[in-house]
C-alpha cells in the first residue's frame, strides 16, 4: 500500500515538472514572438523616421572617397553608400529625404564639385551648402527669402519629399551640410529612377513646419543675420563725377572692392551702362559685386559729361584716315629693280629726277631683257583701300512689360519684359542679373545687352512676384 502511494506521489510530481516545463516553454515562445515584433516594429518605424536614416555598417575611412551616392529622382530620396572589403560601394550607411526636379535634373553619373556656404538661386532667393554636381545642379538646402537662416521659405520646405521644379535637389540643411563635409571633390553621384523601391535603407518622412516657422529644425547654427548696418561689399571710388567732353575716362579707375574681412573683391565687379564721351550729358553707371558667401550689393554713380566741344564722329575720322593714307600710298615712286645679286651688294645710285630718262636705244640689250623699261609718263598706281566703320551705337533697351509684376525671375522670363534693338541689326549677348531687396518680394533687375562691337546699355527696373509665385 505504501508503495503504491509513493508511485502515485512520483507520478504526480513528474506531471507538475512536465506541466512547468511546457509552461516554460511556452513563456519562451510567447517572449521571442514579443521580440521578433518589436524587431518588426522597429524595422517598419525605421522607414518611417525623419532624414536621415543610419545603418551601422562599418566602412574603410580611410578611402580618398569614402562614399558613393545615389539619388533615386522618381522617389526623391537620396542612399549613401560605402566601400566592403573589396573596394565596391555596395555598403548603404545613409539615406536622405530630397526634392529633386523634374527632367532637369539629368539621369546618369557625375562627380561632385564644390561647395558654397551660401548660394543665390535663379529666382533670386537663397541655399545653404550648396554643393555642385553638374552644370547648375546642386545638393542644397531649402531655400530661405534673406541670406538669413532664420528666414526660411517654409512653404518650399513643406514640399520636402515631394518633386520641384528647376535643376536643384533641395534638402533638408543637416543632410546638405553632411554632403559638404564629408564627401570631398570627385565623389561619385548617380542620379536614377525607381519607381518601386525608394533605396535598401527606404525613404524618411517629411517634417511639417507651421506656417509662422522660420528656421529649419535640423539646423543648429546660430542665426546668421547681420548686424546692423552691415555691408556684404564695401566700394571705394564710386563718387558722382563731371568729366569735359573728348576726355578719357577709365570706368574702374580708382574703384575698389572689399569684404568685411578686407579681402580683395574689386576683379569681381561688374560695371553696367555706358558713358559717350562726345555727348554732353548726364550717364549713370551701376557696379555689382559678390563676397565669398554669393552676397550682392548694387551701387550707382552719375557720370555728368561737360563742354560743346566733342570728338569728331568715328567713321568720319576713319574716312578721313583712310583717303590719307590711300594718297600716301599713291605718292612712293615705285622701286627701281635691282640687278641680280653678286658676291658683294650692289651699290644703288640715285637718279635725279630732273634729268631725262634714257631711251630704249641706249640701254644694253642685256639689261632690256631684265629691266622694265621706264616711260616718260607718270605711272598710275591703283591701291584698294578699305574703310574700316567702327560701330559705336549701343544697342536701345525698351521695356514692354505690362506691370511690374511677374510670375518669376527666370531669365525665360525677364528677357520678355523688354525689347533689345541695335543699329546694326544683332546683339551679341544680353546678361540679366537680379537681387532681392529688402522690402519681399520685390527684386531688381539689371539688363545689359552687348552688341558685336562690343557696346553695351544697361537698364534696371524693379520687379515684384504674383501672389500666386510667392505662394506657390
Not at 560605402?82 to 530630397?98: E, F, N, S
Request: hydrophobic letters at 30%; proline letters at 6%; glycine letters at 4%.
Amino acid at each position: 500500500m505504501r508503495r503504491k502511494h509513493i508511485l502515485m506521489m512520483v507520478c504526480a510530481m513528474a506531471l507538475c515538472f512536465g506541466c512547468q516545463k511546457a509552461e516554460e516553454k511556452q513563456e519562451n515562445n510567447k517572449k521571442a514572438q514579443v521580440e521578433n515584433d518589436q524587431k518588426d516594429v522597429s524595422k517598419e518605424k525605421q522607414k518611417e523616421q525623419y532624414s536621415p536614416i543610419i545603418s551601422e555598417k562599418e566602412i574603410d575611412m580611410d578611402n580618398e572617397y569614402p562614399y558613393e551616392i545615389k539619388v533615386n529622382r522618381a522617389q526623391n530620396c537620396i542612399t549613401v553608400y560605402g566601400a566592403d572589403d573589396t573596394g565596391k560601394y555596395v555598403l548603404p550607411v545613409r539615406a536622405m529625404i530630397c526634392s529633386a526636379g523634374g527632367e532637369e535634373v539629368p539621369l546618369g553619373s557625375f562627380q561632385i564639385g564644390e561647395t558654397s556656404r551660401w548660394r543665390m538661386e535663379s529666382n533670386g532667393e537663397f541655399s545653404q551648402y550648396a554643393t555642385s554636381i553638374v552644370d547648375e545642379v546642386t545638393f542644397h538646402s531649402s531655400t530661405y527669402h534673406t541670406q538669413n537662416n532664420n528666414d526660411l521659405n517654409v512653404e518650399q520646405f513643406n514640399k520636402m519629399g515631394d518633386p520641384v521644379s528647376g535643376s536643384s535637389i533641395q534638402m533638408e540643411t543637416a543632410d546638405a551640410r553632411w554632403i559638404a563635409e564629408n564627401c570631398p571633390e570627385g565623389t561619385k553621384v548617380e542620379i536614377y529612377e525607381d519607381q518601386k523601391e525608394a533605396g535598401p535603407l527606404g525613404k524618411p518622412i517629411a517634417r511639417k513646419l507651421e506656417a509662422e516657422a522660420s528656421k529649419d529644425p535640423t539646423d543648429k547654427e546660430e542665426e546668421t543675420k547681420k548686424e546692423e548696418g552691415y555691408v556684404p561689399v564695401e566700394f571705394t571710388g564710386i563718387e558722382d563725377k563731371t568729366i569735359e567732353a573728348s576726355a578719357d575716362f577709365d570706368m574702374m579707375e580708382g574703384v575698389t572692392a572689399q569684404d568685411g574681412n578686407k579681402n580683395d573683391l574689386t576683379s569681381k565687379v561688374r560695371v553696367f551702362g555706358q558713358v559717350n564721351l562726345e555727348a554732353p550729358g548726364s550717364y549713370e553707371l551701376t557696379y555689382l559685386c559678390k563676397n565669398e558667401e554669393n552676397e550682392v550689393r548694387v551701387v550707382k554713380r552719375t557720370i555728368q559729361v561737360s563742354g560743346s566741344g566733342t570728338l569728331e564722329d568715328a567713321n568720319s575720322q576713319a574716312l578721313n584716315a583712310a583717303v590719307i593714307e590711300a594718297s600716301a600710298v599713291a605718292a612712293v615712286p615705285t622701286e627701281t629693280p635691282t640687278e641680280p645679286p653678286t658676291a658683294e651688294p650692289p651699290v644703288m645710285a640715285e637718279v635725279p629726277t630732273a634729268e631725262p630718262v634714257p631711251s630704249p636705244a641706249s640701254v644694253p640689250t642685256q639689261e632690256i631683257t631684265n629691266t622694265p623699261v621706264p616711260t616718260a609718263e607718270p605711272v598710275q598706281i591703283i591701291t584698294e583701300t578699305t574703310v574700316q566703320y567702327y560701330d559705336i551705337e549701343a544697342p536701345d533697351i525698351v521695356p514692354i512689360a505690362d506691370s511690374i509684376y511677374t510670375p518669376d525671375v527666370r531669365h525665360a522670363t525677364l528677357e520678355k519684359r523688354v525689347r533689345v534693338t541695335d543699329n546694326s541689326g544683332s546683339i551679341s549677348s544680353l546678361y540679366i542679373t537680379v537681387v532681392p531687396l529688402e522690402l519681399k518680394p520685390y527684386y531688381l533687375v539689371i539688363y545689359e545687352a552687348e552688341d558685336a562691337a562690343g557696346n553695351t546699355t544697361c537698364m534696371s527696373e524693379t520687379v515684384k512676384l504674383m501672389e500666386a509665385a510667392v505662394n506657390n
